[in-house]
Structures are given as structure tokens and as C-alpha cells.
């Protein structure tokens, strides 16, 4: 099977202090790391390549809209949108309980 445009997937996560800010470095800030959303958003752009055909990430390029706090929950969508030879590029959005909080796309290639 191959990846085809339109496929999706969607990532649900709790915000935990494993994956805030204050733990990698930043003391007080008890919110969602970017880095962590980053890999969240890579994890829905894999889940809507599928498990037919083994991609890694090649390039994640997101904005970090808003702060979700350490407790609340986050929805990470990713849709194909486009697929070029041995590289997909994936849409990528996100919302927590009150705010969208990310966009972007995320690039990984089949190997």
C-alpha cells in the first residue's frame, strides 16, 4: 500500500510535567514545551502516513500558537497533502480545551 494524499491521523496527549517547559530548563514555566508539541505533531504526521510504509521525520516547521498548561489536553491533527517521490509533507494543527495551538507542516521521507 502507499501513502496517499488525504490521509490523516490525530494524536490526543494530557499535558503532563514530563512535557513541560519548566522540565527542560525553564524554572516556573509549567506550560507545554515547544519541542514537546514538535514531537507530538510528528507522531500525528506518522500516524497518517500509516504502517504500511516506514518514513522518519525529515523536517518538522510549526508555530507554537499558545500556551497549554501542564494538566489540560492537547489534539494534534496531521493531513497528507502532499507526496513526492520518497518525501510527504503533512498539514499539521492543534487545539487544546480553549485555543488552537499550533500549525505547520512536518516533512518525513519513506525509507
Known sequence: MEISIGQSGIVNREVTEALSAHTLGNPGVNVLATPCLAGICD????E???TD???RRVRVDIRHLAATPVGDRV???AEVVSVQGTRVICRVT??????EIVSGTVERVCV
Open 43 to 46: 507522531k500525528a504526521a506518522a
Open 48 to 50: 497518517a502516513c500509516g
Open 53 to 55: 510504509v516506514p518514513t
Open 75 to 77: 489534539e494534534v491533527g
Open 94 to 99: 492543534g487545539r487544546d480545551s480553549r485555543h
